[in-house]
């Protein structure tokens, strides 16, 4: 039974995960055949999008991003290790792999938040 939601989840993951490939490649025809960073900012400020991106507000939006979705992958750990602790029915091992795997992911969770404090400091501290 285990094994089986295990192999479950695994597929639903793929799935999930490769819904988002052709979107990726449809992208790669034409990330490339601009003038550059600058230009491709400057082209987005054209159709809409924010234009007046300077290189340190793009790297503090690219490590918010990141964090966002390190912080979104712990919860989808937290949720399938919960799952699989439900599923282990009061068997040891797999029991003691999903608790261990909720520790772990809420530590992450904890690092991450630690990590979007910091980055609020180092603004407010260079930026302001």
């Known amino acids: 039974m285990t094994q089986k939601l295990s192999h479950l989840l695994r597929s639903f993951l793929i ?3 490769s819904l988002g490939i052709p979107q990726w ?3 790669e025809d034409s990330a490339f055949t601009g003038p550059g960073l600058f230009g491709g900012i400057n082209w987005a400020g054209m159709i809409g999008g924010p234009s007046h991106l300077d290189l340190a507000s793009l790297v503090i939006s690219v490590i918010e991003y990141v964090l966002t979705f390190v912080a979104l992958a712990a919860v989808i ?3 399938v290790a919960g799952i699989r602790l439900i599923v282990s029915q009061g068997e040891e091992e797999p029991k003691n792999t999903a608790k261990k795997a909720i ?3 809420i530590i992450g969770l904890i690092v991450v938040i630690l990590s979007r404090i910091i980055v609020a400091i180092v603004l407010s501290i260079f930026f302001h």
């Open 25 to 27: 490649a449809r992208a």
């Open 15 to 17: 799935a999930m995960l």
């Open 77 to 79: 750990v937290i949720i």
């Open 103 to 105: 520790i772990y992911a």
